[in-house]
């Protein structure tokens, strides 16, 4: 008779990387509203989305443009952005004043331009497993983008 045990696996985590923002957001050229969520990282044991109000966050563009963002919901800001600010090439980055004091800014990322996808295609395929006769099936999707050079 064979047995095994599973061991939980807990990190240590140090007190003063308890308390981190999380920023997550992108400046696309598809929609005109640009969004940003800002949250706290939760604890492992206890995973939640922890949003944080009351910040006051700003995008910036490299030709000098300030577009300030409003909080639509609790930790969710957004901002309209004409799309003639828009521009592949052109660069942003994101300013944060948090209600604490703290100052989160990113650096200048460029928005690049996305080429269009011209095909789908999908593969089917038997995924093998470490133990004989528990093959998973699954579908592998692929897509083309034709860029002109």
Same mark, same amino acid.
Request: glycine share 6%.
């Given at each position: @008779?064979?047995?095994?045990?599973?061991?939980?696996?807990?990190?240590?985590? *140090?007190?003063?990387?308890?308390?981190? /923002? =999380?920023?997550?957001?992108?400046?696309?050229?598809?929609?005109?509203?640009?969004? #940003?969520? &800002?949250? @706290?990282?939760?604890?492992?044991?206890?995973?939640?989305?922890?949003? =944080?109000?009351? !910040?006051?966050?700003?995008?910036?563009?490299?030709? %000098?443009?300030?577009?300030? @963002?409003?909080?639509?919901?609790?930790?969710?800001?957004?901002?309209?952005? *004409?799309? +003639?600010?828009?521009?592949? %090439? +052109?660069?942003?980055? #994101?300013?944060?004043?948090?209600?604490? $004091?703290? &100052?989160?800014?990113?650096?200048?990322?460029?928005?690049?331009? !996305?080429?269009?996808?011209?095909?789908? /295609? /999908?593969?089917?395929?038997?995924?093998?497993?470490?133990?004989? $006769?528990? %093959?998973?099936?699954?579908? +592998?999707?692929?897509?083309?983008?034709?860029?002109? @050079?």
């Amino acid at each position: @008779m064979l047995s095994s045990c599973i061991i939980p696996f807990e990190p240590h985590i *140090d007190s003063k990387d308890i308390n981190k /923002y =999380v920023v997550s957001g992108q400046v696309t050229d598809l929609d005109e509203y640009q969004t #940003v969520s &800002i949250s @706290m990282a939760a604890p492992i044991g206890d995973p939640k989305y922890i949003p =944080v109000s009351g !910040c006051y966050v700003r995008i910036y563009d490299d030709k %000098g443009h300030e577009f300030v @963002m409003n909080e639509s919901e609790e930790g969710i800001y957004n901002v309209e952005i *004409d799309n +003639n600010y828009l521009i592949p %090439g +052109n660069s942003f980055k #994101v300013e944060i004043l948090t209600p604490d $004091g703290t &100052i989160i800014e990113s650096d200048f990322d460029q928005m690049n331009e !996305c080429p269009d996808v011209d095909s789908v /295609y /999908y593969l089917r395929k038997e995924l093998l497993p470490d133990e004989p $006769g528990q %093959g998973t099936k699954g579908y +592998n999707f692929m897509w083309i983008s034709m860029v002109e @050079m």
